[in-house]
């Protein structure tokens, strides 16, 4: 098991050359657990980082351990990764101490044990030197020390975890939550991430107005001070999601378009003609979000109407609008009111949590395409693991600061996808940068709604919607050698016929 902690190696290799090996791979272990990242452990052993992902590759095969997660602050160690730590770093450094004569640097007389097995008295009196300078005779042993899960009545591990598994899962709720913050809040070393099924379980306690305030702070800020796991993502989507009144049949989407916008982001919401585009081409497009909870809270709900796109406020709204008109948006507070308060946290707490991530997985209506926004690239690759675990086979992410998929032309874009379960990434050049243009005596909304009439012309705010929506083709394609290219050609050709 990788989680008993007795012992760096696992398993031997008899041979002089798998011992060697090894030995370089704890070293490289030490530079992991260091520095937290592939590429600066690379850079601080002066190897290459394809280098280091092998040892990593290896370290993971021979403790049958993943070692790191990915969360939403980046790669975190696990539980057994973070028992081996001080050990690891021990012998690195002993590695480095011994190695130092090499480079020149003497050994510190401190670091060599004395050895005296007798002691021959001279043969005649040795003069009496005129200082105290000499060295005791007798070595230095090892400290005697009981680590402090072997102190009498000290709790250790295994007696945590018997504790943890007598609060079972018909227990009441506030026991419930209790297991979970108390699994994921201790700590390096004593804490882990929630399964795909604790996450979900914890979240739906929430939602149902089961949990005491303070669980719900704890829980959360915990998790986000971490950062959140795929796992946790995952849980925390399939339990908004089951909140939701689903119609027993309904029309499925081709495509789910999550629409989170912050109110901070004060520009026009292109990616809705994006998404319009999408839904001339046949495919059936829903779009889910909201605005936050100030004075424009109803923003996309009012541009939805502004381009004709049906603004539902239940599933089987949505389902109908979708059939009948081929897109549909539904505002997150009709779909599920208390995700929304918990969104509304963000007021009290000055930052968000994880469900600002999570609610980007929800798809309410399971299509099996989806297209995100993330303003920061280890989400991105994060969003792509969550998918995985919500057995969601296409996907493409691209970089955006408001965290809706919407293209930012001007600059290379890196499009994260997953097509047909495989990763499939395209990086598409910067091209010629257009600037955006102004709208005159126009208010922004009006500005908006003229792009799209004719009545006026901005090349920034065309390329904006013509490469979104080329994002949504490729993602929809499902083939991982499809060409963006070619995407944005049938954008453009679709963008020409809009006035019919």
Same mark, same amino acid.
């Given at each position: ?124 009196p040795a003069p009496v030197p005129d200082n105290w300078s000499v060295e005791t005779r007798t070595g230095i042993i090892p400290l005697s020390v009981t680590p402090a899960d072997q102190l009498e009545a000290a709790p250790t591990p295994r007696s ?43 979240l739906a306690l929430i939602l149902d107005g089961q949990a005491d305030p303070l669980q719900i702070g704890a829980l959360l800020m915990t998790i986000h001070y971490r950062g959140a796991s795929a796992s946790e993502l995952a849980g925390f989507a ?70 004709? /796109? ?6 089987? +709204?949505?389902? &109908? %609008? ?5 897109? #549909?948006? @539904?505002? $997150? ?21 994880p469900l600002h991530s999570a609610i980007h997985m929800i798809n309410p209506l399971s299509a099996k395409t989806a297209i995100l926004g993330a303003s920061q690239s280890s989400r991105r690759d994060l969003y792509r693991d969550v998918a995985r ?61 003229? /792009? ?6 901005? +090349?920034?705010? &065309? %390329? ?5 929506? #080329?994002? @949504?083709? $490729? ?26």
């Open positions: 098991m990788a989680g008993d902690g007795h012992g760096l190696g696992r398993k031997v290799d008899d041979s002089g050359a798998g011992a060697f090996s090894q030995v370089k791979l704890l070293v490289a272990f030490d530079a992991l657990l260091r520095e937290g990242s592939v590429s600066r452990a690379a850079a601080s052993l002066k190897l290459q980082v394809s280098a280091v992902s092998r040892m990593l590759s290896d370290l993971r095969k021979l403790y049958d351990d993943p070692i790191f997660i990915r969360t939403g602050q980046g790669m975190r160690p696990t539980p057994f990764a973070e028992t081996l730590r001080l050990r690891v770093r021990g012998l690195a450094s002993e590695t480095e101490v011994l190695l130092a004569a090499t480079n020149g640097t003497p050994l510190a007389k401190s670091a060599v044990l004395p050895v005296a097995d007798h002691v021959t008295a001279p043969l005649s945590k975890a018997i504790r943890m598994a007598t609060i079972g899962d018909n227990a009441d709720p506030h026991r419930r939550l209790a297991r979970y913050i108390a699994t994921t809040a201790p700590g390096p070393g004593q804490s882990r991430p929630l399964t795909q099924e604790e996450a979900r379980d914890a399939e339990a908004i999601r089951n909140t939701m009144t689903i119609p027993a049949r309904f029309t499925r989407p081709d495509l789910d378009w999550p629409a989170y916008v912050s109110p901070k982001i004060r520009t026009a919401p292109w990616f809705l003609h994006a998404a319009r585009l999408v839904a001339m081409a046949g495919h059936k497009v829903f779009l889910h979000g909201h605005y936050g909870s100030g004075p424009e809270s109803g923003k996309l709900e009012m541009a939805a109407e502004d381009c004709g /796109i049906p603004v539902c406020l239940t599933l089987a +709204e949505a389902s &109908e %609008a979708l059939n009948h008109q081929g897109i #549909a948006f @539904a505002p $997150l507070g009709a779909l599920a009111p208390q995700t929304r308060c918990l969104l509304g946290l963000h007021a009290m707490f000055e930052m968000r949590n675990h919500l057995d969601l086979p296409n996907i493409a992410l691209i970089g955006s600061v408001r965290d809706v998929a919407e293209y930012t032309p001007g600059r290379m874009v890196k499009i994260f996808r997953m097509a047909s379960g495989v990763d499939a990434d395209t990086t598409v050049a910067a091209g010629r940068k257009v600037k955006p243009g102004t709208s005159g005596m126009l208010t922004q909304r009006e500005y908006w709604q003229a /792009i799209w009439s004719g009545a006026a012309r901005d +090349e920034w705010a &065309e %390329a904006v919607i013509l490469k979104t929506a #080329a994002v @949504a083709f $490729l993602a929809l394609s499902g083939d991982p050698q499809a060409r963006f290219d070619d995407c944005v050609k049938r954008a453009g050709e679709l963008w020409a016929e809009r006035k019919r």
